[in-house]
């Protein structure tokens, strides 16, 4: 929610990543079934959105 007081595109977005991040984590880890297919890929996802939120809000505070 503080992120939406910088007014900055990136730095919500990066926020949002975040967001997105744990809450993929979360479901991977209490809702998915232990043999599920899914978990895998969920983990790269999770992964994926980690990094990309960083690289997001570097990108906003340098672009300030």
Same mark, same amino acid.
């Given at each position: =929610? ?6 900055? =595109?990136?730095?919500? %977005? ?29 983990? @790269? %996802? =999770?992964?994926?959105?980690?990094? %990309?939120?960083?690289?997001? @809000? =570097? @990108? ?5």
């Amino acid at each position: =929610v503080t992120a939406l007081t910088t007014h900055n =595109v990136w730095i919500i %977005a990066g926020a949002l990543a975040f967001m997105a991040s744990d809450a993929t984590l979360a479901t991977e880890r209490f809702l998915t079934t232990a043999i599920s297919p899914n978990r895998q890929l969920m983990r @790269i %996802a =999770v992964w994926l959105l980690y990094y %990309a939120a960083q690289a997001l @809000i =570097v @990108i906003g505070f340098l672009t300030r």
